[in-house]
């Protein structure tokens, strides 16, 4: 396995739509070494998720995983989740306020509105369809990555640019 270099914000390619992932090259040897390496960037770099398109191959495709995590701090945990087209549908109307980072805007925090619960529709990574509820932070994260798919970035979703920290601020003054 290999850990892949993760593009920061100001890569226009952040910023692409990301292409669907046919069955037939899901089950390529390529594509298969491809979810090792970033389920071992996503580990390597301490994130909760990474999506394909931020070590630069945009297609649709994020890994998510939460066991102890420095970055995490008394996040709940969830097992690792390979998600290959996935489309995300809220269970219900309630918003959270979602404080969120990500490896390609590093040091950086800011407080933006997720659905508390989703709905997430997948091909595992044998082309396999399943479907998952999630709840509180899972279904952040999968919000979180799915946004990467589309080309949008947490900044976007800011409401309160006040909210926009580096992370010893947030630390000191919002946690
Ligand atoms: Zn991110």
Known sequence: MEVLEV???GNPRLREV?????EAEIKTNQFQRFIDNMI???RAENGAGIAASQVNILQRVFTMEMEENPRYPNKETFPLYVAINPIIKPISNTIVDSWEG???IPGIRGQLPRFKSIKLSALDRYAKPYE???DGFAAIVAQHELDHLNGILLIDR???M???TFQK???KYWM
């Open 7 to 9: 593009i920061k914000m």
């Open 18 to 22: 990301c292409a669907v992932v046919s």
């Open 102 to 104: 990500c490896l390609s």
């Open 169 to 171: 601020e947030y630390e």
């Open 158 to 160: 800011i409401e309160d």
């Open 132 to 134: 998952i509820e999630l």
């Open 40 to 42: 071992a960037t996503q």
């Open 162 to 164: 006040q909210t926009l």
